[in-house]
């Protein structure tokens, strides 16, 4: 069976944020990269909400946009009180784009074929969010406190992965 790589995965390899090798970004591309890519699985996740008939999927699906809404909510609060402008970037930029063609692919899907490829969108999502978080965002983010709100938020990634690739398995 042939995979395909997610769109967001996708950009995020191809504009070198899950790579070592990127350009480092400064602390206000790092905010608005986090804020894109919270909005992005915030609206995949409102999706299947609507979509799936899946008590399951559905029960991920709302965990999903709760928690992505809380970490882009803490992430407003701090670049308000440090005064900092989240500044729009090419990866800001490419994640809501291919956020919207991830939407686009998955609104012309239904039923079981929608929370598979929904699924595993997820999976392959938070796993590159997380190399990005590693090897890019945390090491890369100079202000202590944003630093600070980026590992705070690591582990609710970490679950959000495990939970999406045992809901995978369920799926297959």
Do not use: C, W
Not at 139 to 154: D, I, Q
């Amino acid at each position: 069976m042939k995979k395909s790589i997610p769109l967001l995965l996708s950009f995020l390899l191809s504009a070198g944020l899950a790579s070592a090798h990127a350009a480092a970004p400064n602390d206000a591309e790092i905010a608005a990269i986090v804020v894109a890519a919270n909005a992005v699985d915030i609206d995949a996740g409102k999706l299947a909400q609507s979509k799936t008939s899946s008590k399951t999927v559905r029960a991920f699906a709302e965990r999903m946009v709760a928690d992505h809404t809380s970490v882009n909510q803490q992430a407003a609060a701090l670049v308000q009180k440090l005064n900092v402008t989240p500044s729009e970037n090419d990866t800001s930029k490419g994640l809501k784009k291919d956020g919207g063609a991830t939407l686009a692919k998955l609104k012309g899907m239904s039923g079981k074929a929608f929370d598979k490829a929904y699924v595993d969108n997820e999976v392959a999502y938070h796993q590159t969010v997380l190399d990005a978080l590693d090897k890019t965002l945390i090491p890369n983010a100079a202000n202590a406190e944003l630093k600070a709100l980026l590992v705070k938020v690591r582990p609710a990634f970490v679950a959000h992965l495990e939970h999406a690739k045992h809901l995978q398995g369920e799926l297959k």
